[in-house]
C-alpha cells in the first residue's frame, strides 16, 4: 500500500520519509506504546557479531556470528543516498523522531 503509494505519486526519497507513517515508523507504528524495557536484547545491526556473541553468552548456546540471512543485496542508488552527507542530514532531521528512538534503545549506545 505504502509503495504503491510511492510509485502512483512519484514521490523522492524526502518526500517519502515526510509522510507521517513513514517520520514514525519505528517509535509509533511498530512499537509505540509497547514498554521497551521488555526486550532482553535489543541491537544495532552494525555491530552485529559482537551483539550476537553478548546474545549467545546471555543465553549460554554459542551463535555463528557468520551466518547472515535476508541480507539486502548490494545496490548503487542505496550507496549514492548514503554517501550524499546533505541527504542523509536532511533524512535525520526528518526522522528524527525514530533517529531518537532507536539510539536510546539499540545497545551500545
Do not use: C
Not at 550476537?52 to 543516498?81: E, F, Y
Request: aromatic share 12%.
Amino acid at each position: 500500500m505504502i509503495h504503491n503509494y510511492f510509485l502512483d505519486n512519484d514521490l523522492g526519497i524526502t518526500d517519502m520519509a515526510r509522510l507521517p507513517i513513514m517520520r514514525t515508523l519505528y517509535s509509533h507504528f511498530y512499537f509505540g506504546g509497547f514498554p521497551m524495557e521488555r526486550f532482553d536484547h535489543v541491537a544495532d545491526n552494525r555491530y552485529r557479531k559482537a551483539a550476537l556473541t553478548r546474545l549467545g553468552s546471555a543465553i549460554g548456546r554459542p551463535l555463528d556470528v557468520d551466518v547472515r540471512v535476508n541480507v539486502t543485496p548490494p545496490d548503487a542508488q542505496r550507496r549514492m543516498v548514503e554517501a550524499d552527507a546533505r541527504l542523509m542530514a536532511s533524512l535525520r532531521d526528518i526522522l528524527i523522531e525514530d533517529v531518537r528512538f532507536f539510539e536510546r534503545y539499540a545497545e551500545g549506545r
